[in-house]
């Protein structure tokens, strides 16, 4: 493992999707040889426009300054099986969808693929950490990375702990986070955890709000925003994570903590409609 006052020296990241991307991008920026796994050439054509566009932003944000900037799209590699993942990777954050079993397969494999003193870590928003590492050799070595959109400017990684994860394994992922100048709060393994819980408790009521007539989307963002100064009102917010994840995360509290949250019956008409948010165009705002 490298040193935990610099990012790691290469890095694994399955799959390419937004989350995905933006991950690898960070990672990239911050000096790690970072390799993302994609399940076929059309997906990982796709990651690799991802990564790129994000990179060009950043580079025109002023984002990539600095006599490494020009080389960062080089450390970047595009392969299509966790076989392909380097056996020296000192972390491997799996960045799939919110399906546990799926999780837990790839991890898995990841385990198999790198040596025994790699970090493993998920993504998930809200599925439990501990029973994904129950599909784990080495438990200790594995935590929950919370990354949040967009990950290369959100300032915020959620490091969740399974009962198994080591002191060693903590002080490496918080080491890291700071490497991508980024800020950890630490959680127990619970629902939710901290920032999900919170978060989705109160893009819910912002979407009964709109249900039940109260006020309008932009009334209610520009009342969070100005009111409490939080810098993306809830809808948006909302449009932002996507409709359809906010849905899945709702449907796994409220079957876990209850009817505080049951999915407004507003969330899931979108969904339906496809309505999903930005990466549709149209969500509670029109995006295009």
């Not at 380097?86 to 960045?95: G, I, K, R």
């Not at 039940?212 to 100064?229: F, S």
């Not at 549709?280 to 029109?286: D, K, P, R």
Request: aromatic share 4%; with cysteine.
């Amino acid at each position: 493992m490298t040193s935990a006052s610099a990012p790691p020296a290469v890095v694994g990241v399955i799959g390419g999707g937004r989350m995905g991307a933006g991950i690898a991008q960070s990672f990239a920026a911050a000096g790690s040889s970072v390799v993302v796994v994609e399940h076929d050439g059309a997906a990982a054509a796709v990651a690799l426009d991802r990564i790129t566009t994000g990179l060009r932003r950043a580079a025109e944000r002023g984002g990539l300054g600095g006599p490494v900037a020009d080389d960062v799209p080089d450390r970047i590699t595009i392969v299509t099986s966790i076989a392909g993942l380097p056996h020296d990777a000192d972390l491997v954050v799996e960045a799939a969808p919110e399906d546990a079993a799926l999780k837990a397969r790839l991890l898995a494999a990841a385990e198999q693929a790198v040596g025994e003193r790699c970090v493993l870590a998920t993504n998930t928003s809200s599925l439990p950490v501990t029973e994904l590492a129950a599909a784990l050799k080495r438990p200790g070595r594995f935590l929950g990375m919370h990354f949040f959109n967009p990950v290369p400017v959100s300032a915020l990684i959620e490091l969740i702990l399974a009962p198994d994860t080591t002191g060693q394994t903590l002080t490496a992922a918080a080491g890291w986070t700071h490497a991508l100048g980024k800020q950890e709060v630490v959680v127990q393994d619970s629902p939710g955890f901290a920032s999900s819980r919170l978060g989705l408790t109160l893009g819910l009521e912002a979407i009964r709000m709109v249900e039940e007539g109260v006020a309008d989307p932009e009334a209610i963002d520009t009342a969070m925003r100005l009111g409490y100064r939080h810098p993306m009102g809830p809808l948006r917010l909302t449009d932002v994570v996507g409709l359809d994840v906010r849905l899945a995360i709702a449907e796994h509290l409220h079957a876990t903590l209850g009817e505080r949250f049951a999915p407004p019956g507003l969330l899931r008409a979108k969904v339906a409609r496809g309505e999903l948010g930005r990466k549709a165009g149209q969500g509670f705002y029109s995006w295009h």
